[in-house]
């Protein structure tokens, strides 16, 4: 009944309605409010994560290679726009966390060095999700996936603060939960020239074993848990955007299956490296961090 | 065209809603929208049935039922 | 305004790669290619080439931005020796694959462990699976000449393939001759710029290729292949007449009237050949010589043409292939394309130069003479006869 009218607001969105991400997937919800600040003069360089299912519903250009190219293919792409004297198309460069923190980090970090003009974003679903939940560098302490069946005893790598110490423009922590701080983000990186990353930790119901729909409710209790805090660095100068006081991780922690099994110590760890992580924060909020 | 394959369905409470737009901003899938008119409408032919909607209504307008009751 | 001075192979390709008007090189340094990417340096620093050259971390990353550079419509260079093409092995499957027109120089060199930094041709080889053209050049000049003529191959919108222009490290890299540079004007006229007719990634021109299967793809492949043997000719036919020179574009056949057997040779040992082929015929000997200048695709109908001419070919390998069915890798390959003759001539098969050994005059004479005594007594004496473990006198 309403077909026509949907047709014609996926055209506007920029994106089909009914990727073939699972239901609930943080991915498509990520690239529907992200496309409408990018705008259609656009072309998305991707790679292989799960929430890849999204970009091939996209309706803006999108060229991928496999994920071991992060930021490569964008590197060729930005080189060829100069030539062709194009700047004034946005150029996109959008990686899992598998390739971010393991298969390409160095990928990113040199296109990091080089200043290359087009905004890096890790989609992080805390998991080689599309294998079929396997452990990744940006996997949660704790957390179960297939090869860390008793939760992953290493912790998390802070990727943007590795990005940030390479003194790039702009990085950025953001959440679909959070939907206008997300698009105040992504509207303030499109206007930077140079390297931008952006850092956003998207819900995977079938990783993180919970109700699909719960999915927005549990991104939002991630970041106002201050498990996934939201912060701008920009030219070196640390921005703290969300300074709530901080739920119980335990709120976040015992909403997902992947964490059943934590210890009464484990879950303490926890709290207090999240504690830790907040105060540093905040102490250094609105400072020069980066040198 | 492949066919989406549901358990639940969305379906909504005109009379409850206060057109806030929660459901159309949060939908991953872009199948829901609140019309000029402020009506909720959902894509059928595409919505995935995973409730987020149903879950992020402020005033409880939407409820998940079985397919084909909707 | 064209000149001629002395001119190292590494030089000689990035004034190749100047006047072929590359738009973006994304690169990374490895010996001996080294000069390659330091001139082109050079090149745009004094503001003699505009050109965009990215100094990516590796060489993975290297071909992976010339792929992006290429779909994004611009015409890409870079160049790679040994270890580094080893590093770009997984993204060298893409510009075929997608068939992107992308010319890259493989500087050649020994791969580790079993090498160090001078030449084999196993680096360069490797890749022949792949669905990249592979030529090999004997000097400078031939070097910068095949250049422009890879771009002018790769870019045919019936072929859409990516070509690889291979000469030897040091001996061809390092080595200075009298290398003619052409008119930029002269080279434009001949080169049109480039626009992929399949490729567009701008918004308001977006074009892909339309969908095919797998096995549509693979046949495209490999039709591409097929069909890139004539445009191989033509071009250098048509290179030869504006240009003034030409390399036969698949084979070239040297000093080989009345002869009873042939030496194939590829790369920079081909010129210590001629003279020796040059000496020998004076001497009375009916030995010739096939410079195989194209590897990939290989001249299958060229050497079905020639060789009931001869009563054995000598298939010089400067590689390995361990375990193979028989000998070296080019040995193997015109073994097959021969096979349904019904006059086919021996093929003897030598491994020389390997790890980057010099080839010398000697050895290029012991093989011709071991090829010459299989025309004669119709026995050929090993599967492969490696011609560094025989003692063959002094250098020269």
């Known amino acids: 009944m309403y077909n026509e009218e949907f047709d014609k607001y996926y055209n506007e969105n920029m994106i089909q309605g009914g990727t073939t991400c699972c239901p609930g997937c943080g991915g498509p919800l990520f690239w529907k409010l992200a496309l409408k600040v990018f705008g259609p003069n656009t ?3 991707g790679d292989g994560p799960c929430a890849m299912c999204a970009l091939r519903s996209i309706k803006v250009p999108y060229y991928g290679i496999h994920f071991s190219f992060v930021a ?9 726009l100069r030539a062709k004297g194009r700047e004034d198309v946005t150029l996109i460069s959008s990686a899992g966390d598998g390739a971010t923190s393991d298969i390409s980090l160095g990928k990113i970090s040199a296109a990091a060095e080089r200043n290359e003009n087009f905004l890096q974003i890790c989609i992080d679903n805390e998991a080689y999700m599309n294998t079929g939940i396997q452990k990744s560098g940006l996997t949660p302490y704790g957390a179960w996936t297939t090869t860390t069946p008793t939760g992953k005893e290493s912790n998390k790598k802070d990727v943007p603060m590795i990005i940030a110490a390479h003194k790039v423009p702009y990085v950025a922590t953001a959440s679909v939960a959070y939907p206008q701080d997300l698009a105040r983000k992504l509207e303030k990186a499109k206007s930077i020239k140079g390297f931008k990353f952006l850092h956003t930790v998207i819900p995977c119901p079938t990783g993180w074993r919970f109700d699909p729909a719960k999915a927005v409710e549990v991104t ?3 970041v106002d848990t201050w498990v996934n805090p939201l912060y701008e660095i920009e030219e070196g100068v640390l921005k703290v955007n969300r300074k709530t006081e901080a739920k119980p991780v335990q709120e976040y922690l015992k909403a997902q299956g992947r964490f059943r099994r934590l210890t009464e110590d484990q879950l303490a760890y926890i709290q207090s490296e999240v504690d830790k992580k907040r105060d540093d924060l905040l102490g250094n909020d609105g400072k020069q961090i980066i040198h | 065209m492949s066919q989406i394959v549901r358990s639940f369905a969305p379906k909504v409470d005109q009379e409850k809603c206060i057109a806030c737009g929660m459901c159309q901003l949060y939908c991953p ?6 019309t000029d008119e402020k009506k909720v409408i959902f894509d059928y032919r595409y919505c995935k049935g995973c409730g987020v909607c149903a879950n992020e ?4 307008a939407i409820k998940m039922v079985k397919e084909g009751e909707q | 305004m064209s000149f001629t001075r002395m001119m190292e192979g590494n030089e000689a390709a990035a004034w190749g790669a100047k006047l072929a008007r590359a738009e973006v090189v994304p690169a990374y340094p490895i010996t001996p290619q080294t000069e390659l990417i330091s001139t082109i340096a050079t090149l745009i620093a004094d503001g003699t080439m505009k050109t965009e050259y990215i100094k990516v971390e590796g060489e993975h990353t290297a071909m992976a931005a010339a792929v992006g550079a290429s779909a994004g419509g611009a015409r890409v260079f870079t160049a790679s020796s040994s270890q580094g093409i080893a590093f770009m092995d997984e993204p060298l499957w893409i510009p075929p694959g997608r068939r992107l027109p992308i010319v890259m120089c493989m500087v050649n060199r020994s791969m580790a462990p079993l090498g160090g930094l001078r030449p084999d041709h196993n680096d360069s080889m490797h890749q022949r699976d792949k669905g990249w053209v592979l030529l090999y050049c004997e000097n400078s000049q031939e070097v910068l000449d095949t250049i422009l003529q890879a771009y002018k191959i790769a870019e045919n919108p019936e072929i859409y393939l990516p070509v690889a222009v291979c000469y030897d490290g040091y001996f061809v890299s390092a080595t200075a001759t009298p290398t003619t540079v052409p008119d930029q004007a002269k080279v434009d006229e001949w080169l049109p710029p480039y626009k992929h007719e399949w490729y567009d990634l701008m918004p308001d021109s977006y074009k892909m290729p339309p969908p095919k299967s797998f096995i549509q793809q693979r046949m495209g492949l490999a039709e591409a292949h097929e069909k890139s043997k004539k445009v191989i000719k033509d071009v250098d036919t048509d290179y030869k ?4 020179r030409g390399y036969g574009g698949l084979i070239e056949e040297y000093n080989c009237d009345g002869a009873e057997a042939v030496l194939v040779t590829m790369d920079s040992m081909t010129g210590t050949a001629r003279d020796v082929i040059d000496e020998m015929r004076a001497e009375g000997k009916k030995i010739g010589l096939i410079k195989l200048k194209c590897f990939r695709p290989f001249p299958r109908e060229e050497f079905q043409k020639i060789a009931p001419k001869y009563k054995a070919i000598g298939v010089v390998d400067r590689n390995n292939s361990f375990g193979s069915a028989g000998g070296g890798i080019v040995a193997m390959e015109l073994s097959r394309a021969l096979y349904e003759l019904p006059d086919k001539p021996l093929i003897t098969n030598f491994h020389v130069g390997l790890s980057g050994t010099d080839v010398t005059m000697n050895q290029i004479r012991y093989m011709a003479d071991e090829t010459l005594e299989a025309a004669k007594t119709g ?13 063959l006198g002094e250098v020269m």
């Open chain 1, 43 to 45: 072309i998305v360089y």
């Open chain 1, 72 to 80: 490569d293919g964008a590197t060729g792409i930005s080189a060829a």
């Open chain 1, 220 to 222: 939002r209790l991630g």
């Open chain 2, 29 to 34: 899938e872009s199948t829901v929208k609140l």
């Open chain 2, 57 to 60: 209504c402020p005033v409880g």
């Open chain 3, 241 to 244: 007449k504006i240009f003034g």
């Open chain 3, 379 to 391: 026995i050929v004496k090993h599967v492969i006869d490696w011609v560094e473990a025989h003692d």
